[in-house]
């Protein structure tokens, strides 16, 4: 059981919006902490996609955008296309376990 | 162009020991702190370690304390994971991963991952 809890699973029409939750605690995303989120696609490697709770690497489509409240996080995809299928993960620190910690993943299907 | 190649990985007895190597260019090594992250078979993403661009500081999961020790070689651009007492529950695709954000540890993500090395336990 990861620290920071997603959904195992999200789905949506090509076209449509889609979020994904991260939900932590006090001692991490609600101490403050940074988080990012990380697609992965299948045979191939992650990729980090939001850095900083909001911002995007170079290349990463503005489609994709991050925010954070409280102890929670949040993905936001808009216009989903099929290659938008993939596993999706948010990471952050935890002063607790002092080290990082991944979410359990949530997996994004395209209808 | 950033590059990051695993190697090392293999079968090995549980109990056993495994030492994986993270070979980079393309970047200024010793001004980042470098990662292992790992995805067993099924599972998701787990963070393994982390160490200093300089070395001095490391950082481990609780599951690997006091098995795995992370180090690096400033001078030949290379990051490795020295796997001791090694568990079924150990088997997994060990990734490298660079920090994004150069003097900083543990904050800002990994931007750059290697393609992965299998580590599998098993008698």
């Known amino acids: 059981q990861s620290v920071l809890t997603q959904p195992p699973s999200v789905s949506g029409a090509p076209g449509q919006r889609v979020t994904i939750s991260c939900t932590g605690s006090s001692s991490n995303i609600g101490a403050g902490f940074d988080v990012q989120w990380y697609q992965h696609l299948p045979g191939t490697v992650p990729k980090l996609l939001i850095y900083g709770n909001y911002n995007r690497p170079s290349g990463v489509p503005d489609r994709f955008s991050g925010s954070k409240s409280g102890t929670s996080a949040s993905l936001a995809i808009t216009g989903l296309q099929v290659v938008d299928e993939a596993d999706y993960y948010c990471q952050t620190y935890d002063s607790s376990l002092s080290g990082s910690v991944f979410g359990g993943g949530t997996k994004l299907t395209v209808l | 162009e950033v590059q990051l190649v695993e190697s090392g990985g293999g079968l090995v007895q549980p109990g056993g020991s495994l030492r994986l190597s993270c070979a980079a260019s393309g970047f200024t090594f010793n001004s980042y702190a470098m990662n292992w992250v790992r995805q067993a078979p099924g599972k998701g993403l787990e963070w393994v370690s982390t160490?200093?661009?300089?070395?001095?500081?490391?950082y481990y999961a609780d599951s690997v304390k006091g098995r795995f020790t992370i180090s690096r070689d400033n001078s030949n651009h290379t990051l490795y994971l020295q796997m001791n007492s090694l568990r079924a529950e150990d088997a997994a695709v060990y990734y490298c991963a660079k920090d994004l954000i150069p003097g900083i540890t543990m904050v800002g993500g990994l931007d750059y991952w290697g393609q992965g090395t299998l580590v599998t336990v098993s008698s």
């Open positions: 160490i200093s661009g300089g070395g001095g500081s490391t």
